[in-house]
Structures are given as structure tokens and as C-alpha cells.
């Protein structure tokens, strides 16, 4: 794969603005420059050309990794009644623990959006998700509301990156190329 060259590596090329002004041209951007393109059809980082075995091998990871941070937001309802009793709180101070778990899927993209484009989504999707069971192990040993309120939190911050990744990746592979009749 081919990255896009920019003024900080050595490039042949020279950057001007519309108006053709070389200074403004470091201060302004240049789309075009930034297109990543393959090497070709049979470039091995090239999703369209991965076998299909391998597709849907990573369509059924990043599938489950959705579905379980999905099912983290809900499955906590299901507490209510033994938070309520052991922390002596009441039923809208639990649905907090909901609450802010999603409000933790807002925040999450912003953060690891930029690590998605300039590591690569592997390095962005699996270490979060491991980080977010960690903070899902927390929510469950916590001994107090405040920390289970904290875990809840960042434990939805961690798990927002697997279901955007999902979308990206089958948004690559078109439906035709999961076909095995042709």
C-alpha cells in the first residue's frame, strides 16, 4: 500500500494553494494528497482482494466483539434490584449506570478515531476491547456505586471502537465479493 506524500517526507512534490501561494499551501490541505491507494488488485492489505474465508473471519470477530459491547449496555438492567438493595440507592440512580455507558459511546470514537486512521484498526479495536473487559471485571467487583458509575462509564468508552469498525470493514467488502457463486 502506498501512503500519501506529504511536505514532511522528502517528497518531489511541490504543495501550493488555489490561489498559488506556497505559503498558504503549508497551512491549507490538500485532499488529493492524502489518498491512500493499493499497489493493485492483489495488494495483501487490499480488502478486496482477501480470500473470502479470511472476510468473513473478520466479519464474525468484529460481529461478536459488537455484540458484546452492545449487549454490555443492556444486561446491566438486570442488576437494577441488586444494586438498589446493596448500595442502598435508588432505581434512577442505577439507570445511571445505562446512562452513562452510553453516553461513554459518544466520547469513545473521538479518541480512538484518530489511532483507527493512523495505526490501523487492529491496534485500535483489540487492545480497547481487552481494556474494556477489564473495566467490565471492575463494574463487577466494585464495592461501591461511585466505582461501578466509573467502571460503566469507561467500560463504554473502551467498548465503542469494536461497532464502528464492524460498519468500516463490511463497507469495503461489498456484498458481491462474500458470494461464492459467481
Request: charged fraction near 20%; include cysteine; aromatic fraction near 10%.
Amino acid at each position: 500500500m502506498r501512503r500519501p506524500a506529504t511536505a514532511d517526507n522528502d517528497s518531489d512534490q511541490t504543495l501550493t494553494s488555489p490561489q498559488g501561494d506556497p505559503e498558504k499551501a503549508k497551512k491549507s490541505v490538500n485532499y488529493e494528497d492524502d489518498l491512500v491507494e493499493f499497489d493493485g488488485p492483489d495488494d495483501p492489505e487490499n480488502p478486496m482482494s482477501w480470500t473470502t474465508r479470511k472476510k468473513l473471519r473478520i466479519t464474525m470477530i468484529l460481529g461478536f466483539l459488537t455484540m458484546g459491547a452492545t449487549l454490555a449496555s443492556s444486561i446491566f438492567s438486570a442488576a437494577f434490584v441488586q444494586l438498589t438493595v446493596e448500595f442502598n440507592i435508588g432505581i434512577q440512580t442505577a439507570t445511571l449506570g445505562i446512562a452513562l455507558y452510553i453516553l461513554a459511546f459518544a466520547v469513545g470514537p473521538i479518541a480512538f478515531a484518530p489511532i483507527s486512521e493512523y495505526k490501523g484498526r487492529r491496534l485500535s479495536v483489540l487492545p480497547a476491547y481487552f481494556v474494556f473487559i477489564c473495566f467490565t471485571a471492575a463494574t463487577a467487583v466494585s464495592k461501591d456505586i461511585q466505582s461501578v458509575m466509573i467502571t460503566r462509564f469507561f467500560a463504554g468508552v473502551f467498548a465503542s471502537v469494536s461497532s464502528p469498525r464492524l460498519r468500516t470493514f463490511v463497507n469495503t467488502c461489498p456484498i458481491e465479493q462474500f458470494s461464492t457463486s459467481q
